[in-house]
């Protein structure tokens, strides 16, 4: 192991074992469903925001049968306070599916996790390394913070994929659950020490402004919506002003579905090719690898043009 990679993880690890914030209530539990939870919640609020309202949310749908049951009005009763909305809808959307489509046990696969409305990437990972223990390369605000600050700090237009590299070159793949509490705790650390080195970064968008804003107007007319009574269609308009078949849980095509596969066989390095049997190296190859797929499995697919 590279001695400088050696250092950054004694650094990380320290901080952690004297600083890390090991008494957070998502930490304490193995459950995927309360985690996603949490997760969810963690999107564009701050822990400690988070925290009653996640207690309170699991007093009031503590298991996902519970949430998926749950009336749009209650939910967004319930979630008052923490704002982003849609968040709340596509967390019951996701309750939803898994009762449908899992029997009401929570997925084990990343690729199954990543379909679930509302999970992206990050999320995704988080949830194999938080509910399963498994190693995923994450990349989040504060992960972002922590390798600009010690591999990148005199750069700038800094992109995702050369952080992703980074990650997972230092991944403690035998306890990464750890591993990316550790890291979060350091970058949010960080970033209350140092200011937001994320502008740095060719990802980084500025969040607007709360007070004045739309979200402030939307969020006072929810309020007096639900305090009406108003129906669930009505609501949704609300949430999703350009919706169309706005009880249906939106799904990923086809395509989506085959490349989310194969690119997370090609993470775990367990994608081969065709007759040869040899490994998978790049990325590029996966890539067409998967849309090879989709397009055999009927899926609409445009063919890459060969101009430069």
Same mark, same amino acid.
């Given at each position: 192991?590279?001695?400088?990679?050696?250092?950054?993880?004694?650094?990380?690890?320290?901080?952690?074992?004297?600083?890390?914030?090991?008494?957070?209530?998502?930490?304490?539990?193995?459950? @995927?469903?309360?985690?996603?939870?949490?997760?969810?919640?963690?999107?564009?609020?701050?822990?400690?925001?988070?925290?009653?309202? &996640?207690? *309170?949310?699991?007093? +009031?749908? %503590?298991?996902?049968?519970?949430?998926?049951?749950?009336?749009?009005?209650?939910?967004?009763?319930?979630?008052?306070? $923490?704002?982003?909305?849609?968040?709340?809808?596509?967390?019951?959307?996701?309750?939803?599916?898994?009762?449908?489509?899992?029997?009401?046990?929570? @997925?084990?696969? &990343?690729?199954?996790?990543?379909?679930? @409305?509302?999970?992206?990437?990050?999320?995704?990972?988080?949830?194999?390394?938080?509910?399963?223990?498994? %190693?995923?390369?994450?990349?989040?605000?504060?992960?972002? !913070?922590?390798?600009?600050?010690?591999?990148?700090?005199?750069?700038?237009?800094? /992109?995702?994929?050369?952080?992703?590299?980074?990650?997972?070159? =230092?991944?403690?793949?035998?306890? @990464?659950?750890?591993? &990316?509490?550790? $890291?979060?705790?350091?970058? /949010?650390?960080?970033?209350?020490?140092?200011?937001?080195?994320?502008?740095?970064? +060719?990802?980084?968008?500025?969040?607007?402004?709360? +007070?004045? /804003?739309?979200?402030?107007?939307?969020?006072?007319?929810?309020?007096?919506?639900?305090?009406?009574?108003?129906?669930?269609?009505?609501?949704?308009?609300?949430?999703?002003?350009?919706?169309?078949?706005?009880?249906?849980?939106? !799904?990923?095509? =086809?395509?989506?579905?085959?490349?989310?596969?194969?690119?997370?066989?090609?993470?775990?390095?367990?994608?081969?090719?065709?007759? *040869?049997?040899?490994?998978?190296?790049?990325?590029?190859?996966?890539?067409?690898?998967?849309? *090879?797929?989709?397009?055999?499995?009927?899926?609409?697919?445009?063919?890459?043009? /060969?101009?430069?």
């Amino acid at each position: 192991m590279p001695k400088k990679t050696s250092k950054f993880q004694k650094t990380v690890r320290d901080f952690y074992a004297k600083h890390g914030r090991h008494t957070l209530p998502w930490r304490r539990t193995r459950a @995927p469903y309360k985690i996603l939870v949490s997760e969810i919640m963690l999107q564009q609020t701050q822990a400690d925001r988070v925290i009653p309202k &996640y207690k *309170s949310f699991l007093k +009031k749908f %503590p298991t996902v049968e519970s949430l998926s049951r749950a009336s749009l009005s209650t939910l967004l009763a319930e979630w008052q306070g $923490l704002g982003y909305n849609r968040r709340a809808l596509n967390l019951k959307r996701a309750a939803e599916k898994i009762m449908k489509d899992h029997t009401g046990k929570f @997925p084990v696969l &990343y690729a199954d996790i990543l379909e679930l @409305p509302g999970v992206g990437q990050a999320t995704a990972g988080d949830m194999m390394a938080f509910a399963y223990n498994k %190693p995923a390369v994450v990349i989040e605000t504060n992960i972002r !913070t922590v390798f600009i600050h010690h591999f990148f700090k005199d750069r700038e237009n800094i /992109s995702d994929p050369e952080i992703a590299k980074l990650v997972e070159r =230092t991944l403690d793949t035998e306890n @990464p659950r750890e591993w &990316y509490y550790a $890291l979060m705790d350091y970058g /949010s650390y960080l970033k209350k020490e140092l200011g937001n080195n994320t502008r740095q970064s +060719k990802h980084y968008k500025k969040q607007s402004a709360f +007070k004045g /804003s739309r979200r402030q107007k939307n969020a006072a007319r929810l309020r007096d919506m639900l305090a009406r009574g108003e129906s669930e269609k009505e609501l949704l308009k609300l949430l999703l002003p350009s919706h169309v078949s706005i009880s249906m849980p939106r !799904t990923k095509t =086809t395509a989506q579905k085959k490349v989310g596969k194969v690119m997370h066989e090609y993470k775990e390095g367990k994608l081969k090719m065709g007759r *040869s049997g040899k490994k998978v190296k790049s990325r590029t190859q996966a890539v067409a690898i998967g849309l *090879s797929e989709a397009r055999r499995a009927g899926a609409k697919v445009p063919k890459r043009s /060969s101009k430069n």
